[in-house]
């Protein structure tokens, strides 16, 4: 068995996968252009917070939660979380533990579900937010081997997990108690595929080539079809897609794969009716990581968008929020311009998602 580094450092590269976060030679153009995002709304801050960089949000009516790294013990991840309102937040992780990547379960009310982690296990765990109880996840999920990058919904729980030879990405059915297997990599390439989003109907995930290291998101109607969100070529690169099964719209990154540049938040409708609209315009030097959707806390029936966003420069790591994304127009994304398809470096990112390394 090989062996598991739960204390192995995990940029921001990871959490959005294939990104490079450095630039050859660039350092000091980011640190001239770097600023706030740019948006037609303004974001308001949900989790910002000099002393860790915060990453993975989602959110409940009520409660947001994401997963953390302290800046002054960078091996420390947990997840967090706290009242949409404010005040202190707790720790969902066991004392003793690694936590990574929570989510909220879609069509639930109080309940996430998040990856815990040991020096030899790993184990995918449902934790409701009010009364602050753990449950594992049924037992064909939570396997011996090393499960990850947890998704689910009422009906379904989409996740990866790791063999002796392959990455997987499967799907399990909570009501028939039975699994597919949606797709799978070599066992080396830890950022190639990854579960965004599962609901009533529809599984989110992003597919990434080890070659170029760009992105693709894939949305697969469950039992039937699948269609990608329509990205520039490689280096060109989309990952951390939401979705609203409600109105079609795809929620994502949008960006490359040279850390903060031509990047942004956007969203698509499956139907292809119409291009990729820019909800958030980061400035040169910012980038995005994961989105998430969650119940509009003022108005009734309407949705937020809570994103993570990355300074390259600083390797600082926020999370923000666009209140009523569901009633915002977005701007048309122009020129974004067009890179080499040898743009970017080519050194592999840390591990992503508490899994244990290739090896």
């Not at 917070?49 to 949000?57: K, Q």
């Not at 989003?197 to 170029?212: D, K, R």
Request: one cysteine or more.
């Amino acid at each position: 068995m090989e062996e598991i580094q739960i204390g192995v450092v995990r940029s921001h590269a990871a959490s959005i996968l294939a990104k490079r976060t450095a630039w050859a030679g660039a350092a000091a153009l980011l640190a001239l252009l770097a600023g706030p995002a740019q948006a037609a709304v303004t974001p308001t801050a949900v989790v910002v917070d000099p002393s860790f960089a915060a990453y993975t949000p989602t959110a409940t009516a009520t409660d947001v939660a994401w997963e953390q790294n302290s800046a002054a013990n960078p091996g420390s991840w947990n997840v967090r979380a706290r009242s949409r309102s404010g005040g202190a937040s707790w720790q969902v992780n066991s004392v003793g533990s690694a936590g990574y990547n929570p989510s909220a379960v879609v069509g639930g009310t109080d309940t996430i579900i998040y990856q815990q982690a040991g020096s030899r296990d790993s184990n995918l765990l449902f934790y409701n937010l009010v009364t602050k109880t753990r449950k594992k996840a049924p037992a064909k999920v939570d396997s011996p081997l090393w499960e990850y990058y947890p998704e689910a919904s009422t009906k379904y729980i989409a996740f990866m997990r790791l063999n002796s030879t392959s990455r997987l990405l499967l799907l399990y059915n909570r009501s028939h108690d039975s699994i597919t297997k949606i797709a799978s990599v070599k066992k080396s390439c830890n950022f190639c595929l990854q579960p965004t989003f599962v609901g009533a109907s529809h599984l989110v995930y992003n597919q990434c080539s080890a070659s170029t290291y760009a992105c693709t998101i894939r949305v697969l109607t469950i039992g039937g079809s699948s269609v990608n969100v329509p990205r520039q070529p490689a280096p060109h690169s989309t990952w951390g897609a939401t979705y609203d099964e409600s109105t079609g719209d795809v929620y994502y990154v949008n960006s490359t794969t040279w850390c903060g540049l031509f990047a942004s938040v956007d969203r698509w409708n499956v139907s292809g009716a119409s291009s990729p609209e820019v909800i958030v315009d980061f400035t040169e030097g910012i980038d995005g990581g994961s989105t998430a959707l969650a119940p509009d806390q003022a108005v009734p029936g309407d949705t937020d968008l809570l994103y993570s966003q990355y300074d390259c420069i600083s390797g600082d790591s926020d999370i923000w929020q666009v209140a009523s994304v569901n009633t915002f127009a977005g701007t048309n994304p122009g020129a974004l311009g067009q890179l080499s398809p040898s743009a970017g470096s080519r050194a592999l990112p840390p591990r992503p998602g508490g899994s244990p390394p290739a090896g």
